[in-house]
């Protein structure tokens, strides 16, 4: 079963300006962001239960080459990204808006 993946506007803006930040500090960094949150989204549609709850319903994705997890929970049949989350952020923030 392949699932349907949902990102809020939140998520979106803080997707595009991470990648806009990449680039800025290196031409086609921003590329091997958005290859690797791509390979994860699709981690994601394929099977969501593979990646730990760690808050409530809420699960985190962890990247493995930048600072960052993507935040999601999953919702029937579908999975909502929350968030685009840098790992040096205050984890107390993760969910501010979310819950």
């Known amino acids: 079963m392949t ?7 939140l998520a979106e803006e803080e997707y595009s300006s991470t990648f806009h930040y990449y680039e800025e500090q290196q031409p ?7 290859k690797e949150a791509d390979y994860l989204m699709e981690k994601l549609k394929q099977n969501p239960y593979l ?7 809420y699960r985190e994705a962890v990247f493995k080459r930048f600072p960052y ?4 929970e999953i919702i029937d049949s579908s999975v909502i990204v929350h968030s685009f989350f840098h790992a040096n952020r205050n984890p107390k923030r993760k969910l501010k808006s979310r819950t």
């Open 3 to 9: 699932f349907k993946l949902e990102i809020t506007n």
């Open 28 to 34: 086609g960094l921003g590329e091997k962001f958005e």
């Open 51 to 57: 990646f730990q709850r760690k808050y409530k319903h």
């Open 69 to 72: 997890f993507i935040i999601y």
